[in-house]
Nanobody, 126 residues
């Protein structure tokens, strides 16, 4: 059974940093493309960042480009999201997603992912 468990969320002041982790189990993690999405209250879940299975390619939403960095450690079955220069508008529940793919693409659409975590809350105060 595939499980994705996010951690690292919390409350931070604007301008601060957080590093989210997503630990995967029940899958051959190195064969999976992974992404991060977020959902603010009353909003749709939106794409944040993605990385392909070999870490060759990444994608970022325009709103986080230059501030967030996605990375993965296949030896630890873990994907990370380093978030710097946080803004109040980054406040949301952050979700990790994974899908089996040994392609070059770093997927940006929700329907491209087959497995999801339960989310971790990130709150940025002004």
């Amino acid at each position: 059974q595939v499980q994705l468990v996010e951690s690292g969320g919390g409350l931070v002041q604007a301008g601060g940093s957080l590093k989210l982790s997503c630990a995967a189990s029940g899958l051959t993690f190195r064969w999976y493309a992974v992404g991060w999405f977020r959902q603010a209250p009353g909003q749709e879940r939106e794409f944040v960042a993605a990385i392909n299975w070999k870490s060759e390619n990444t994608n970022y939403a325009d709103s986080v480009l230059g501030r967030f960095t996605i990375s993965r450690d296949d030896a630890k079955n873990t994907v990370y999201l380093q978030m710097n220069s946080l803004r109040p508008e980054d406040t949301a529940v952050y979700y990790c997603a994974a899908t089996p793919s040994r392609r070059a693409a770093a997927f940006t659409l929700r329907h491209e992912y087959t497995n999801w975590g339960q989310g971790t809350q990130v709150t940025v105060s002004s």
